[in-house]
């Protein structure tokens, strides 16, 4: 009896952590292995390759944001990106408006993830896809809200100012796009779904602060968005567009690309580079090439 | 029979959703009434594609409803 007390006495410290350690790694299981979020003091902006829509992901401490989800064949795309991104939870999910490259990807999301708010313009549209969305959202028992232009919301270390849509209706979806500039220290982001020039107008006419130093680039560069005015309001340093390669609808269009390029902004593409993600300390962005 | 809602226009497309498959279909434009909107339900009747003014409408209501029920 002696000599046993004695053995387990002399069982170095380190020995007994690793076998806590060990037991606590076999309790909480894989999610120990799942991938972190970004480190405290950063946020990570992801252009999610979804090819022809729209997909970003938005992380920082404590809050996980999706702006869109792409079109109904981009859902396994996106859910796999979300799941190796270790996210069970979104603190905010956007539909920027019903068009299917928008929401199509959105389904699966509502159906398999924990989601604490979401924000759509509130629009009527008859597609199969907006009801099952629709549905999807009731059958979880949440609700939508659409933030009036101006109004400002803070997930976690993320402030977002509602900009778009001004009005209630505009007898088209693009214009009814939910328009959101999302800042992290002194680095904002201007998430534009597909608003349109009339849409940008409106913004323009608010006298809200529009000027962010990263612009997604409206309904995939088309010609309908990114006014000359919209553009020099923003002054964006970069300039995303997220659309699919040869597209049969020419996106983005030529005289958007020269506009940026006479501007001097540094153009991100997904069709051309696949997965985008951007991470600033709140004071400068950098381009993460890896995964 | 197909059942068509145009999702939307892009350029010289209108895309829309086969109701019954969920399936997303390009027409062009100029294969559609003229006078087809966004939203819009599509039937082939008679040979031709044609706006179904009543099954538009009774879909706006029905997803009307949804959305009255969803939103804060």
Redesign the interface.
């Known amino acids: 009896m002696k000599r046993k007390k004695k053995r387990v006495k002399d069982l170095p410290a380190s020995v007994l952590i690793f076998i806590i350690v060990s037991l606590l790694c076999l309790y909480i299981g894989p999610d120990f292995l799942e991938k972190p979020g970004p480190v405290a003091g950063s946020a990570e902006f992801h252009f999610i390759d979804v090819g022809q829509g729209d997909a970003a992901l938005i992380r920082a401490e404590g809050a996980n944001i999706l702006i869109d989800g792409g079109d109904i064949s981009a859902q396994n795309t996106l859910i796999e990106y979300l799941n190796a991104e270790g996210i069970k939870k979104l603190d905010l999910m956007v539909g920027t408006h019903p068009h299917s490259d928008h929401i199509g990807g959105l389904v699966p999301v509502v159906r398999q993830l924990e989601i604490d708010q979401i924000i759509m313009p509130r629009a009527d549209h008859t597609s199969a896809v907006y009801q099952e969305l629709l549905t999807s959202i009731q059958e979880k028992g949440l609700k939508i809200t659409s933030p009036a232009s101006g109004e400002a919301i803070q997930i976690g270390p993320l402030e977002i100012l509602a900009l778009g849509p001004v009005r209630d209706n505009y007898g088209d979806l693009n214009n009814m796009s939910v328009i959101l500039k999302i800042s992290f220290g002194d680095i904002s982001f201007l998430f534009t779904g597909d608003g349109e020039k009339d849409a940008e107008a409106d913004i323009l006419g608010t006298g809200l602060n529009v000027n962010a130093q990263v612009l997604k680039v409206g309904h995939h560069g088309s010609v309908s968005s990114t006014s000359y005015d919209f553009l020099e309001a923003v002054n964006p340093d970069i300039a995303v567009i997220s659309c699919k390669l040869d597209n049969e609808y020419g996106h983005p269009h030529q005289e958007v690309l020269d506009r940026l390029k006479a501007a001097g902004i540094t153009v991100y593409r997904t069709d051309l580079m696949g997965d985008i993600i951007l991470v600033t300390d709140g004071k400068s962005i950098e381009r993460k090439t890896t995964q | 029979m197909k059942t068509l809602?145009?999702?939307?226009f892009?350029?010289e497309?209108g895309?829309c959703?086969?109701?019954d498959t969920?399936e997303?279909v390009?027409c062009k434009k100029n294969s559609l009434p003229p006078e087809a909107e966004?939203?819009?339900?599509l039937v082939y009747r008679d040979g031709s594609i044609i706006v179904d003014r009543e099954l538009?409408q009774k879909?706006?209501a029905?997803?009307?409803k949804?959305?009255d029920?969803?939103?804060?």
Do not use: H, P, S
């Open positions: 809602a145009i999702d939307r892009e350029g497309y895309i959703q086969d109701l969920k997303i390009r966004e939203g819009d339900v538009t879909r706006r029905q997803i009307q949804l959305v029920e969803l939103w804060e």
